[in-house]
């Protein structure tokens, strides 16, 4: 019967493998118009401005005052963060917020970095620009364009700016040097919210293509990871003569061939490509991967449909902006922090950076905006657009975090990527790779503990990852 299912399983493949195959095809340019109301005539005004993160002690009363406010609700006996963010750790986190976090402080950490603004497609981009300090003799740097995801920001960059633009003085080779540029996403912190429907990932990459051109680069690399991975992948489908290589910690590329041999992957794992390593990140399938998926996609279905209504009373509360944000901070990082009373935040970072992060999306008012975000590039169903089904055909290397949300074998990447040469087993991290993977000295609190031996730790057993 075995022998039946592989010659079945092999007639299969092959049959899909000649069926799908396809030529090197780029997606088109076209072109896009974002504001509000109709296209004015003339040509865009293609200048750059500085820009600097301000703030005042208005936007921080008016903070204050919202969070004094906030209607606390006890968690359940025992619920860790199994039910969401945990209220008792949530008033912590809140209670440093409104007596101990420096907006004012973060804000000049904010602006170490040159900010800039132009306008593109009608919308005000926001991005930082930042360029290596000092040269080897005779060399140039590499231009980067990084580019963040939800719910995150341009900040998620910036303690591995410096390892990227000044190595030597980091203790790094400088063989490679790069001049770096983080923009926000539109509708994302500083970048200007579209005006109108339709604004999905195709958009937003054609808009940092011709920001990279506005700064004088043909050529340029790009890394991205969650709606930057998707945004990153377009780009390359859009111009692959402009990109030299394209970089991902995070891959969507579910399709047939990925489904079938996920199913068949615990007993043909060797004959499909898979490595031990694979098979220890996806199997047992039901819980690593389906369970999982379900666990923490519901954010997503929201988003997917009605970003608006959710958005609205997130755009009203801070203390509720930052529960629901910070919560993808914790079980996105570590899955099994979810056991710990207080997520395992503050093992992987610190409660100014959280905040920061936080804060740019409330000082903004940008939630609203990010989330819509997902049903402009999901809201019509999976696989139903051109770029989905397209190979990417620049080179390409991805890094593959141990606690991702779910983790894409080198044979699914390669799929898609055809022109893969470097693909890496991480040894820690998850889905904030840039800052969950860098070290972080602060202890958790003492007075916060796991849940008690008899709620699932023996089916769960916990390990920081």
Not at 57 to 81: G, V
Not at 197 to 209: E, L, W
Request: aromatic fraction near 14%; include cysteine; glycine fraction near 8%.
């Amino acid at each position: 019967m075995w022998l039946e299912i592989l010659l079945t399983s092999v007639l299969g493949f092959a049959i899909y493998w000649f069926i799908s195959r396809d030529k090197e095809e780029t997606l088109p340019l076209e072109d896009g118009w974002w504001g509000p109301g109709t296209r004015p005539a003339g040509r865009e005004d293609e200048s750059i401005h500085p820009f600097k993160v301000e703030t005042s002690d208005e936007e921080i009363h008016d903070l204050h005052q919202r969070i004094d406010k906030f209607r606390f609700t006890p968690p359940l006996e025992d619920s860790c963060f199994h039910y969401g963010f945990n209220s008792n750790y949530l008033k912590k986190v809140i209670s440093y917020w409104r007596n101990e976090f420096d907006w004012k402080k973060q804000v000049e950490i904010l602006n170490r970095y040159p900010h800039f603004k132009t306008k593109i497609e009608g919308l005000d981009i926001h991005f930082i620009h930042v360029k290596p300090p000092r040269l080897p003799a005779g060399r140039t740097p590499k231009p980067l364009l990084m580019v963040h995801g939800w719910p995150g920001s341009f900040y998620e960059f910036y303690k591995i700016i410096p390892l990227l633009t000044d190595p030597k003085n980091h203790g790094l080779s400088d063989e490679h040097v790069f001049e770096v540029i983080c923009p926000s996403i539109p509708g994302y912190g500083f970048s200007e919210a579209s005006s109108k429907k339709g604004f999905n990932s195709v958009a937003t990459a054609r808009i940092f293509y011709k920001l990279m051109l506005r700064l004088g680069f043909q050529e340029f690399y790009i890394q991205g990871g969650d709606w930057g991975a998707l945004i990153c992948t377009n780009m390359a489908q859009l111009v692959p003569s402009h990109v030299k290589g394209l970089h991902l910690n995070m891959a969507l590329v579910l399709s047939n061939f990925s489904t079938l041999t996920l199913l068949l992957g615990r007993r043909f794992g060797r004959f499909l490509g898979y490595t031990e390593r694979d098979v220890e990140l996806l199997y047992p399938v039901k819980e690593k991967v389906f369970y999982s998926l379900m666990r923490e996609s519901g954010y997503m279905h929201i988003q997917c449909t009605k970003p608006d209504t959710v958005g609205s009373a997130l755009n009203d509360s801070p203390v509720g902006l930052a529960a629901y944000i910070l919560e993808k901070f914790s079980t996105w990082t570590n899955t099994e922090f979810r056991y710990l009373e207080d997520g395992g935040l503050e093992r992987k970072f610190s409660l100014d950076d959280l905040l920061t992060n936080v804060m740019l999306y409330w000082t903004t008012a940008t939630i609203v905006s990010s989330q819509r975000f997902y049903k402009e590039n999901l809201g019509q169903g999976w696989m139903t657009q051109k770029h989905e089904r397209m190979k990417v055909y620049v080179p390409t290397g991805f890094s593959a975090f141990p606690s991702e949300l779910m983790h894409t074998p080198e044979k699914w990447v390669r799929f898609k990527y055809p022109k893969l040469i470097s693909y890496s087993y991480m040894a820690r991290g998850g889905h904030f790779a840039c800052w969950s993977s860098s070290d972080h000295p602060t202890p958790p609190p003492a007075s916060l503990h796991k849940c008690p031996p008899g709620f699932s730790l023996g089916r769960y057993p916990f390990s920081e990852g």
